[in-house]
């Protein structure tokens, strides 16, 4: 019930966030990592897999999507789907191999092959270098809605948002989800109990590529640019920040973890380096005082009665 | 002059000695990585960053204190090594108990956090280091010309990587360390002291990559993103490897770095995801790394 007033409060203030004169490209850009953050989680939060690796799939997409409306013509919802499959693909693959690993060398692994098409970015010709794709168009959605008004793609973000959200949430609170935590738990006992952890974990992490994709997707509309930034590691280890910042063994803490460390980027830090800096002692911080992230200490402070214990090591990894 | 298959030699053997010496920082970085990771059961993240710090620290010895390279050697890896010393009794310590991504993370913080502050005060265009006049010039081998200093840091590394190994596996410290790796427990119920142990392995380790900055720092230009950038194909090196073994990580470092090399010559493009292509087929021929134990 507590769930519900909140999930519904929660929409109330995106759609009348605009309202309130925030500038609306920030709220757009927070949704976007937002999503990417929450797909993130699903992995780190829910399987117990730490990827390192995840700004590929959101970088690649963004290029694909950028790459499709500019050069082909493709209607935004074609090139937001474009880029989302691509990711989904290229997660097949790495999650494929990945999932051979188990613990900080399933972190390495990931890092190294999102570094791999990190180079690819940098060297394919249609990615224009240093450069990026830019003037990406907009388009009109479904044909007819105008994105060059600020308002529809505002909403169109939103929605978006929401709908990744809302898979995120059924694939979490499904059987499916139970296993993914049973393995988080313990991958042992859960193979005993005849469960194919394998393939578990990589519906998981194929899942949480798409999504991220969709969530790059939907940034290279909004910025109108797909860049090296977003396929860099630094953007891997913002969202591995947003999430331990958040709270990431909770379903929305990713997204408020998130708006945070956006809005830290837009109005708190001038120069680049400080940002980095920032970020670095905001995770020194997370990591040695409350690893339980914002919401994860909230919820906590809320059910005081039976205070939620830090998760041993053997809750994490199976390792 | 004669060309092998189409390629003239000083083109090749330039490239294969440009890649023993990125296979050199190879396995030094990695070497620290598994003596670490063995110890404390954390990857070190801040391993690259330390390394930057190593060549920055040579650098302003030089530029302030006027202190030459022979004298940054023994220096700048005691500061960066101390600077360790510190994280490790700060702030690892309170993370063994914990998992071990913790670890990782805290030092990935770290990392950033190092590199934004130089970044902050010296920008990224990279200051320049000279290489020290002793070892200035070179020898013409008749089918190459091999530059000193570059004849220099293979051989020092090699002696270093060879020490490591000797320390860890011939000596009697060396063999509290591999106790200690297996069961800490039962070490210290023998009265030995595995706490200082650990620390002072976190700090060796964290030098070793200082050293490895100091040796780089002519030739490669003293940047804060040095590190970061390295950090990466090292740890795909250490897949490869897997860390069970120091000469294996030795072994693994070396030949990579000639691979890339090699790459370079024949298919220029390729050479900078070369290692990771071979990550991928290593993970799936044999998961635990060429050396490493299931």
Partial sequence: MNGRIIAAAALAIGILAPFTGIYTVFLMKALCFALFACAFNLLLGFAGLLSFGHAAFFGLAAYITAHGVKEWGLTPELGILAGTAVAAVLGLGFGGLAIRRQGIYFAMITLALSQMVYFFCLQAPFTHGEDGIQAVPRGYLFGFIDLMQPMNMYYTVLAIFVFGFAVIHRAVHSPFGQVLKAIRDNEQRAISLGYRTERYKLAAFVLSAALAGMAGSTKALVFQLASLTDAHWHASGEVVLMTLLGGMGTIAGPAVGAFLVVAIQNYLAESGAWVTIIQGVIFIIVVLSFRRGILGEVVGFVAKRKPLEPRPASAITSE | ?294
């Fill in chain 2, 1 to 294: 002059m004669f060309e092998l298959i189409g390629i003239p030699p000083q083109a090749l053997f330039g490239q294969l000695l440009l890649g023993l010496i990125n296979g050199a920082f190879y396995a030094l970085l990695s070497l620290g990585l598994a003596l670490i990771f063995g110890l404390l059961n954390i990857i070190n993240f801040s391993h690259g960053a330390q390394y930057m710090m190593g060549a920055f620290v040579a650098w302003l010895l030089l530029q302030y204190a006027g202190l030459p390279y022979w004298g940054a050697l023994i220096l700048a890896p005691l500061v960066v090594g101390a600077f360790g010393v510190v994280v490790e009794r700060l702030m690892l310590r309170r993370l063994y108990d914990l998992d071990h991504l913790y670890g990782l993370l805290l030092t990935f913080g770290l990392a950033l956090v190092i590199e934004g502050g130089f970044r902050h005060v010296y920008g990224i265009s990279g200051q320049p280091y000279a290489i020290p006049p002793s070892l200035q010039g070179g020898t013409n081998l008749g089918f190459m010309f091999l530059p000193t200093y570059r004849a220099w840091v293979v051989v020092a590394s090699l002696v270093l990587c060879l020490g490591t190994w000797a320390v860890i596996e011939k000596t009697r410290l060396g063999a509290y360390l591999r106790a200690a790796t297996e069961n800490p427990t039962l070490v210290r119920a023998f009265g030995i002291n595995v706490p200082v142990m650990i620390t002072l392995t976190y700090g060796g380790g964290v030098a070793l990559a200082g050293l490895a900055g100091v040796m780089a720092a002519p030739i490669y230009s003293v940047n804060p993103v040095m590190g970061s950038n390295l950090i990466i194909i090292v740890f795909a090196v250490v897949v490869i490897g897997g860390m069970g073994s120091i000469l294996g990580s030795v072994i693994t470092g070396y030949g990579l770095g000639l691979v890339e090399g090699l790459t370079k010559v024949f298919w220029p493009e390729a050479s900078s995801t070369v290692i990771f292509v071979i990550m991928a087929v290593v993970l799936l021929i044999k998961p635990a790394g060429l050396f490493g134990r299931a």
